[in-house]
């Protein structure tokens, strides 16, 4: 188990169940996975450059990713049904558990002029879905080995029923929101 679990299931757990006025220990909500989600710009016109973000996906995740398709044919894009197009990778356990602890502890603090995550990006579920502009604020990517800069998406899937138990358990592991007005 890593830090981040062990400090879960012995006080964080018990102080959200305290929090969030639950009667059942397991209904306090916990992380399901994280999705990691790369749009590849460029897959139609070069091959490689799915390739590089294989490459890149799988330093940021530990991860070996799997390449997304195209669902539809779209013309004025010049997109086919089947075309690769992008990249995911879907993490549970102790690797989810690690890639968060790196997220909070590490990437999130290396934005320039940050001041905290939006409370608005949740899904009604309680699923909080943050963008990032450029991979390269993650400690694992050589930004001088790196042909192009791309964008990723990450989403955080939280057993909570609602928004305000989601933005609870993310709080508490440690995610730094921005304060509200």
Excluded at 46 to 65: L, Y
Excluded at 71 to 97: A, C
Aim: hydrophobic share 40%; net charge positive.
């Amino acid at each position: 188990m890593t830090q981040l679990q062990v400090a879960f299931t012995e006080t964080i757990s018990k102080n959200l169940k305290e929090s969030l006025g639950l009667d059942n220990s397991f209904a306090v909500p916990r992380l399901t996975k994280i999705i990691v989600n790369m749009g590849v710009r460029d897959a139609l016109s070069d091959k490689k450059s799915i390739e590089n973000a294989k490459v890149v996906m799988g330093q940021i995740t530990g991860q070996k990713p799997k390449v997304t398709k195209a669902k539809k044919s779209i013309s004025n894009f010049k997109l086919r049904e089947g075309d690769e197009v992008g990249l995911v990778v879907t993490m549970r356990g102790k690797r989810m558990y690690n890639f968060f602890d790196k997220l909070v502890s590490i990437v999130i603090p290396r934005f320039r002029d940050f001041h905290g995550l939006k409370r608005t990006s949740f899904d009604g579920h309680g699923n909080y879905t943050m963008g990032f502009v450029e991979f390269t604020v993650f400690p694992e990517i050589d930004q001088g080995k790196t042909e192009r800069v791309q964008g990723l998406e990450i989403v955080v899937v939280t057993t909570a029923k609602n928004d305000t138990e989601g933005m609870a358990l993310l709080e508490a592991l440690g995610i730094p929101f921005q304060k509200t007005k």
